[in-house]
């Protein structure tokens, strides 16, 4: 049901209280505040089974994708992740949906008076993302919930989603970012992003670059978790592009699951998968005498949406959402637009973060891209748009590049050039458009399109 204007109204006003807190992209290395406020609230992490998400690129799908799992087998699920697309409800998910603005005021209104209590206690206050971590706790409790999947917000370690101990880590693929607060060095990244495995846990391991593997094996030695290795307990044994995703055949921790309709693009979310399935394996405990109902699998993956990962909002042009803000993420979007489409001319509309490694994104754009239009979101962090013009302009060459100062017009340029050689008939063979650069980038293009929130 569709919130009204009012609930709309407090939700916004309990957006703007919390918008005076030291935003996520601030942190203060400490799970002390996070865990004063559980205990003045009663631990309610402490009442569900959890399983946590970390890494660097796709955490979010995973997190659905896991949720999704759970839910079709018989449980009630709740989700956090973030940061969102469009409306901040989408961060706080119980039965596979976000709460309702009513609802995230309800969980704000009843956490207050603790964060109150706890800001008076401490030299630092809570940040945004402590209070809305101190929410979905609440909100899960209440609902109750019967499992949480939770998303890390920024490292892991010290994260506050890290104050629940999860019995079941997952740690997707790790490569540089957020330098300013993890680092340059990607082993001292992965030793922060692996502190969410906890003593007795089982960590479901994506593949790795040698050095972060042996960064994670030493946190699972150190705690004496229980370990699943892509590539060794799970991983994507076989993968055919198809008719809007790809068919895949995954190892489990349980045995094969053949013929998995997965409605998404690429080659990572392949891998995203193969460790969802191992992730919820492990929380039923499945094994190689033991596997879940592969009807139920094949269900729940085919039934998965990841809103801003390569979403496609138009045909016609066709046109792509992608929330890719790194190297890493936008090397895996370069890769499924070269495998799986086959577009005569692909336009890239991109704004960025100015505290983001832009050049490397646009280098591992270059090869799939004819045009680049670059732009501003309305974000604060968003980088100058000469400041991005002037590096898209030394990797795409002036001829190539448009650079538009609002992303409605941006976007309508590049759906103009890209209409220059659609087919009618053959939508993916023409032109192709996508909106990629940051998570707020896709979010806005998301509303422009007309996508409710998801």
């Given at each position: 049901m569709a919130a009204d204007a009012e609930e709309i109204a407090q939700l916004q006003a309990v957006e703007a209280e919390l918008d005076k807190r030291q935003p996520e992209t601030v942190i203060e290395p400490s799970l002390v505040r996070i865990a004063a406020l559980v205990d003045l609230l009663g631990s309610p992490q402490a009442t569900y089974p959890v399983l946590g998400i970390s890494g660097t690129n796709g955490k979010t799908s995973?997190?659905?994708?896991?949720?999704?799992?759970?839910?079709?087998?018989?449980?009630?699920?709740?989700?956090?992740?973030?940061?969102?697309?469009?409306?901040v409800t989408e961060r706080i998910s119980i039965d596979s949906g976000p709460i309702s603005p009513a609802s995230y005021v309800d969980a704000y209104t009843e956490i207050a008076p603790y964060v109150s209590l706890v800001d008076d206690g401490a030299d630092v206050a809570m940040s945004k993302f402590e209070v809305l971590t101190g929410m979905a706790f609440a909100a899960f409790a209440d609902a109750p919930v019967e499992a949480a999947v939770l998303e890390v917000g920024l490292g892991g370690r010290w994260?506050?989603?890290?104050?629940?101990?999860?019995q079941v880590a997952l740690v997707g693929p790790v490569s540089v970012?957020?330098?300013?607060?993890?680092?340059?060095?990607?082993?001292?990244?992965?030793?922060?992003?692996?502190?969410?495995?906890?003593?007795?846990?089982?960590?479901?391991?994506?593949?790795?670059?040698?050095?972060?593997?042996?960064?994670?094996?030493?946190?699972?030695?150190?705690?004496?978790?229980?370990?699943?290795?892509?590539?060794?307990?799970?991983?994507?044994?076989?993968?055919?592009?198809?008719?809007g995703g790809q068919q895949l055949r995954l190892q489990g921790l349980g045995g094969v699951y053949e013929?998995?309709?997965?409605?998404?693009?690429?080659?990572?979310?392949?891998?995203?998968?193969?460790?969802?399935?191992?992730?919820?394996?492990?929380?039923?405990?499945?094994?190689?005498?033991?596997?879940?109902?592969?009807?139920?699998?094949?269900?729940?993956?085919?039934?998965?949406?990841?809103p801003g990962r390569l979403e496609r909002v138009r045909t016609a042009p066709s046109v792509f959402l992608d929330a890719a803000h790194n190297p890493h993420g936008a090397r895996a979007l370069a890769t499924a637009l070269r495998e799986e489409f086959t577009f005569r001319r692909v336009v890239v509309v991109l704004s960025a973060m100015r505290d983001k490694d832009v050049r490397g994104i646009l280098a591992e754009l270059?090869?799939?891209?004819?045009?680049?239009?670059?732009?501003?979101?309305?974000?604060?962090?968003?980088?100058?748009?000469?400041?991005?013009?002037?590096?898209?302009?030394?990797?795409?060459?002036?001829?190539?590049?448009?650079?538009?100062?609002?992303?409605?017009?941006?976007?309508?340029?590049?759906?103009?050039?890209?209409?220059?050689?659609?087919?009618?008939?053959?939508?993916?063979?023409?032109?192709?458009?996508?909106?990629?650069?940051?998570?707020?980038?896709?979010g806005e293009a998301r509303t422009l399109f007309g996508r409710d929130p998801a």
């Open positions: 995973t997190a659905r994708m896991l949720d999704a799992l759970l839910t079709r087998i018989g449980l009630r699920v709740g989700r956090y992740t973030s940061p969102h697309l469009q409306r994260d506050a989603t890290n104050i629940a101990d999860a970012d957020h330098i300013e607060h993890l680092g340059s060095d990607v082993a001292t990244i992965a030793s922060e992003k692996a502190g969410i495995i906890k003593p007795g846990s089982v960590a479901v391991l994506a593949e790795q670059q040698p050095e972060v593997a042996r960064a994670i094996a030493e946190r699972c030695l150190e705690v004496d978790a229980t370990v699943a290795r892509e590539g060794m307990e799970f991983g994507v044994l076989d993968r055919d592009i198809a008719v013929d998995v309709f997965l409605p998404l693009h690429g080659s990572h979310q392949a891998r995203n998968a193969a460790a969802a399935l191992a992730g919820a394996e492990a929380f039923f405990g499945a094994g190689p005498d033991h596997r879940l109902d592969v009807e139920a699998v094949r269900e729940a993956f085919a039934g998965v949406t990841a270059e090869p799939v891209a004819d045009e680049i239009v670059v732009t501003r979101n309305s974000s604060l962090r968003a980088m100058d748009l000469d400041e991005l013009a002037g590096h898209a302009r030394q990797i795409f060459g002036e001829e190539r590049l448009r650079a538009e100062p609002r992303l409605d017009d941006a976007v309508e340029v590049a759906v103009a050039a890209a209409e220059e050689v659609a087919t009618g008939d053959e939508p993916m063979s023409g032109g192709g458009v996508l909106i990629t650069g940051s998570v707020v980038t896709a």
